[in-house]
Structure formats: structure tokens, C-alpha cells
T-cell receptor
């Protein structure tokens, strides 16, 4: 399966701390995306990183991509209670045109 | 601008009954997706449309699931008859991009189906 696998699957941190999540995948990709999902809601796109990019920033988010290791990480700096959500990585495999989602990381930020 | 609109938000039915979900994508988005999300899992693609053409329906269980996007705008996903294992959240998403580049997907709030 091309689906990304996130690690850790559950993370609990104090407000103000950084949260790091990892995603591994199996085949070559065009791009990798991260989404957030609040409980009972739809998914919201956070960031897209292309296969020829190594790092990308958006506000308090930092994403890295290592295509040689087929892995990506999402860092949320200075976490807030509002960051409590599930975070999913999704891969667009070469020749597939199908965005495949992992099982997600559940992040709880304690005020 | 309105986002992706889905209805109903919640549906409870008994097994063997039919059910239908409706989705209206963001205006101008030619690509529309239906995903199914089981509890504690990530979304799984059921079908992808580019305009009115279903370009990827390989994961749609065609014995009981059907979908249509007749005018290339809004779409309906139907299950008939529903089974207990169909209980899930059905998510609709749309995108500006089509074949060749899978960019950012915009999701609706989802339709939560419970089959009793």
C-alpha cells in the first residue's frame, strides 16, 4: 500500500511545547501533503511539499521531506490548545493521481 | 466564498435500506472526490471525478455503491442496500487540479452514516 504511516499515533504535550510527527511511505511520490482534522469535522489542508523540496515552512509549521528514506516530518512549534486535532499525511504517488492518506496522529495539547 | 457543502451531516438507517449523500464542490473546482473514513482511520478514496467523468472508481464497491456527477458540478453518492460495515463518515472533497497534479484538496464537513 502507498498509504503513509504516521508515528507516533498519539501524542500528548503541554501548551507551548513543540510537537513532532513522522510519516513514512513506500513508493516514489510527486508530493506529500499534511492535513488537520478536528473532531467531527472535515480535513483542512496544512502544507504541500513537492518531491524536489526538502523543507517548507508555514507559520508555526515546518515540514521536512527525505525521499531517500521515504519519510516526512511535521513540526508544530509553540503548540496551542487549538492545535488539538488529528494530523494526516497524504502521498501523491508517481503515476497514480490518487492522494492516499495515512491513519493519522492524534495530538492533544494540554492548556 | 462557500466551501464544499455536504448533506446530510448525519444519517441513521437500518441495514438493507438505501441512503444517498449529496456534495456541492467549490465553484470552479473541476475535480471532485468521495472518500470514506472509518473510525480512527484515514480517508480512503472511493471515486474521483474530473468534470462529469469518473476517472478513478477502482475502489468503489460497485455491487452496492453508485455515484453520479451529471453536470460536472454537484454529486451524489448512493448505497443500496446498506450493510452494517458501511457505517463511516463519507467525505467529499474538491480540487482545482486534475490528472497530472494532485494539489490541495478542500473537504466538506462529511456525512456520518450509522447503519443499525
Amino acid at each position: 500500500s502507498q498509504q503513509g504511516e504516521e508515528d507516533p499515533q498519539a501524542l500528548s504535550i503541554q501548551e507551548g511545547e513543540n510537537a513532532t510527527m513522522n510519516c513514512s511511505y513506500k513508493t516514489s511520490i510527486n508530493n506529500l501533503q499534511w492535513y488537520r482534522q478536528n473532531s467531527g469535522r472535515g480535513l483542512v489542508h496544512l502544507i504541500l511539499i513537492r518531491s524536489n523540496e526538502r523543507e517548507k515552512h508555514s507559520g508555526r509549521l515546518r515540514v521536512t521531506l527525505d525521499t531517500s528514506k521515504k519519510s516526512s516530518s511535521l513540526l508544530i512549534t509553540a503548540s496551542r490548545a487549538a492545535d488539538t486535532a488529528s494530523y494526516f499525511c497524504a502521498t501523491d504517488a508517481e503515476g497514480n493521481n490518487r492522494l492516499a492518506f495515512g491513519k493519522g496522529n492524534q495530538v492533544v495539547v494540554i492548556p | 466564498e462557500a466551501g464544499v457543502v455536504q448533506s446530510p451531516r448525519y444519517k441513521i438507517i437500518e441495514k438493507k435500506q438505501p441512503v444517498a449523500f449529496w456534495c456541492n464542490p467549490i465553484s470552479g473546482h473541476n475535480t471532485l472526490y468521495w472518500y470514506r473514513q472509518n473510525l480512527g482511520q484515514g480517508p480512503e478514496l472511493l471515486i474521483r471525478y474530473e468534470n462529469e467523468e469518473a476517472v478513478d472508481d477502482s475502489q468503489l464497491p460497485k455491487d452496492r455503491f453508485s455515484a453520479e456527477r451529471l453536470k460536472g458540478v454537484d454529486s451524489t453518492l448512493k448505497i443500496q442496500p446498506a450493510e452494517l460495515g458501511d457505517s463511516a463518515v463519507y467525505l467529499c472533497a474538491s480540487s482545482l487540479f486534475g490528472t497530472g497534479f494532485t494539489g490541495e484538496l478542500f473537504f466538506g464537513e462529511g456525512s456520518r452514516l450509522t447503519v443499525l
